[in-house]
């Protein structure tokens, strides 16, 4: 099954994308090896930048929301201070990313906050992003806001 990426709102062309649209975008909008970039967990991306001409992002496009449908996680931050550095990690030694290092596809951005310390935090590096939205006004978002709740959401990772 070929995992597509859904991407609508505030933009002139909305696609689904899969990991060979990704793979095929331009290679001044790929960067390899993320964790040049200080990512753990490594792969290689496609620049934010890249995704926002593909689709023709709109001037109206304020938030970016990263939508998790796999477990219900979802973040709404703004696009701006964001929009020259963040990635979207879609491959790990040459093949699609697995949920294992949450993929197909995940959201990265380099020099994020500790999480729930600011609007963009670790927690926004959203694992499993089924659907990106463009959005002129703060969406939805359910990240942690407390150390309680984000002690709960940790509760569950299998890794570490
Ligand atoms: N879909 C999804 N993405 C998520 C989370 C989550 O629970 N679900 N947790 C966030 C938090 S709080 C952190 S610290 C990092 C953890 O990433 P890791 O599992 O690669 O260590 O993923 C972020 N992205
Ligand atoms: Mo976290």
């Given at each position: 099954?070929?995992?597509?990426?859904?991407?609508?709102?505030?933009?002139?062309?909305?696609?689904?994308?899969?990991?060979?649209?990704?793979?095929?975008?331009?290679?001044?909008?790929?960067?390899?090896?993320?964790?040049?970039?200080?990512?753990?967990?490594?792969?290689?991306?496609?620049?934010?930048?890249?995704?926002?001409?593909?689709?023709?992002?709109?001037?109206?496009?304020?938030?970016?929301?990263?939508?998790?449908?796999?477990?219900?996680?979802?973040?709404?931050?703004?696009?701006?201070?964001?929009?020259?550095?963040?990635?979207?990690?879609?491959?790990?030694?040459?093949?699609?990313?697995?949920?294992?290092?949450?993929?197909?596809?995940?959201?990265?951005?380099?020099?994020?906050?500790a999480c729930h310390t600011d609007e963009?935090d670790?927690c926004?590096?959203?694992?499993?992003?089924?659907?990106?939205?463009?959005?002129?006004?703060?969406?939805?978002d359910n990240r942690p806001t407390d150390d309680a709740a984000h002690e709960a959401l940790h509760r569950?990772?299998?890794?570490?």
């Open positions: 099954m070929t995992e597509l990426l859904k991407i609508t709102g505030e933009v002139t062309n909305s696609r689904e994308i899969s990991y060979d649209d990704l793979a095929g975008i331009n290679a001044s909008h790929q960067v390899i090896d993320v964790s040049k970039l200080g990512m753990k967990r490594g792969g290689d991306a496609i620049t934010l930048g890249g995704l926002l001409e593909l689709v023709q992002v709109q001037e109206t496009a304020q938030y970016i929301g990263l939508h998790a449908s796999a477990d219900n996680f979802h973040a709404s931050i703004p696009l701006a201070p964001i929009r020259d550095t963040a990635l979207l990690i879609y491959r790990l030694h040459d093949a699609p990313l697995t949920g294992k290092s949450g993929g197909p596809f995940r959201f990265y951005i380099p020099n994020h906050a963009i670790e926004a590096n959203v694992k499993f992003v089924d659907h990106i939205e463009f959005t002129a006004d703060k969406g939805f569950h990772d299998s890794h570490d």
